[in-house]
């Protein structure tokens, strides 16, 4: 069973840049499907980016463009650079892990069973 643990996040203000990992143990990255969710202050977790065991990416339409996911195979964790920060990227972020047989939507939090426990990122306008 694979445990995940995040790092990287803090306060910066907004145009900045943070890059958070996701470091992995239990089981390798490049056999999982990875993905990045945040929960806003008062709202539902919602899906920000991932990586399959293939390199494919996906971004949440609001990231498109800022956001940049991507894994380091050799030190076992998955990045996820953002850059451009806005106010409304102020979420805790988790990181999180589902098998690559899984079939349901990467976007759908209830399909990852293995979560970290989440990294507090706060853009100040």
């Known amino acids: 069973q694979v445990q995940l643990v995040e790092s990287g996040g803090g306060v910066v203000q907004a145009g900045g840049s943070l890059r958070l990992s996701c470091a992995a143990s239990?089981?390798?990255?490049?056999?999982?499907?990875m993905g990045w969710f945040r929960q806003p202050p008062g709202k539902e977790r919602e899906f920000v980016s991932a990586?399959?065991?293939?390199?494919?990416?996906f971004y949440t339409d609001s990231v498109t463009g800022r956001f940049t996911i991507s894994r380091d195979d050799a030190k076992n964790t998955v990045y996820l650079q953002m850059n451009t920060l806005k106010p409304e990227d102020t979420a805790v972020y988790y990181c999180?892990?589902?098998?690559?047989?899984?079939?349901?939507?990467?976007?759908?939090?209830?399909?990852?069973?293995?979560w970290g426990q989440g990294t507090q990122v706060t853009v100040s306008s």
């Open positions: 990586i399959s065991w293939s390199g494919a990416t």
């Open positions: 999180a892990a589902r098998s690559r047989y899984t079939r349901g939507s990467h976007m759908n939090a209830n399909e990852y069973p293995y």
């Open positions: 239990g089981g390798t990255v490049s056999s999982y499907f």
